[in-house]
């Protein structure tokens, strides 16, 4: 009989958790490349290092994750309840290095979308592919796209 393996510690965990190439980010990247969009990654030169880059349209993607990036009302985002206040504290810092990187990039003129996590796993690839396009062909400054659409 094969020996079972112990469960992983919460350090090990965590340090499985990716930042770049997530599923979420490589769903997205996959449909915009098979629909003929072209664009840098991780653009390490524009603050906040955005996801994906579209230098024709001076428009910078964020994938942000829903738990480590704090989605305010998604289903997918709740403070841990063990070490709560360190927890609270990591996100609040995120939330707020995601907006200074926003802000930044919006006033060097840069048009930003922020992708959720969540949107990535309720909607279609084709509708979220769809939906992306619109908006980097359109004139909107900066939204977000949510489990429930664009905002």
Same mark, same amino acid.
């Given at each position: /009989?094969? @020996?079972?393996?112990?469960? !992983? $510690? %919460?350090? @090990? /965990? /965590? ?9 979420? @980010? /490589?769903? #997205? &990247? &996959?449909? !915009?490349?098979?629909?003929? +969009? *072209? +664009? &840098?990654?991780?653009? &390490?030169? =524009?603050?906040? $290092?955005?996801? #994906?880059?579209?230098?024709?349209? *001076?428009?910078?993607? +964020?994938?942000?994750?829903? +738990? ?7 289903a997918n985002f709740r403070i841990p309840t063990t070490r709560r206040e360190f927890w609270t504290e990591k996100i609040f810092r995120n939330r707020e290095r995601d907006l200074s990187a926003r802000e930044s990039l919006e006033r060097s003129?840069? %048009? ?8 990535? %796993? ?7 592919? %769809? ?8 004139? @909107?400054?900066?939204?977000? =796209? ?6």
């Amino acid at each position: /009989m094969p @020996e079972k393996k112990a469960p !992983l $510690s %919460r350090s @090990e /965990m /965590m340090a499985r958790v990716q930042s770049k190439d997530t599923k979420p @980010e /490589m769903v #997205l &990247r &996959r449909g !915009l490349h098979a629909a003929g +969009f *072209r +664009f &840098r990654l991780h653009a &390490r030169d =524009l603050p906040g $290092s955005p996801d #994906l880059v579209f230098s024709k349209y *001076r428009s910078a993607i +964020f994938v942000h994750g829903c +738990f480590w990036h704090g989605h305010e009302g998604c289903a997918n985002f709740r403070i841990p309840t063990t070490r709560r206040e360190f927890w609270t504290e990591k996100i609040f810092r995120n939330r707020e290095r995601d907006l200074s990187a926003r802000e930044s990039l919006e006033r060097s003129g840069w %048009r930003v979308l922020v992708v959720w996590e969540c949107a990535t %796993r309720s909607i279609s690839v084709d509708c979220l592919v %769809r939906t992306v396009a619109a908006w980097l062909q359109g004139i @909107e400054a900066g939204a977000e =796209l949510t489990s429930s659409g664009l905002s």
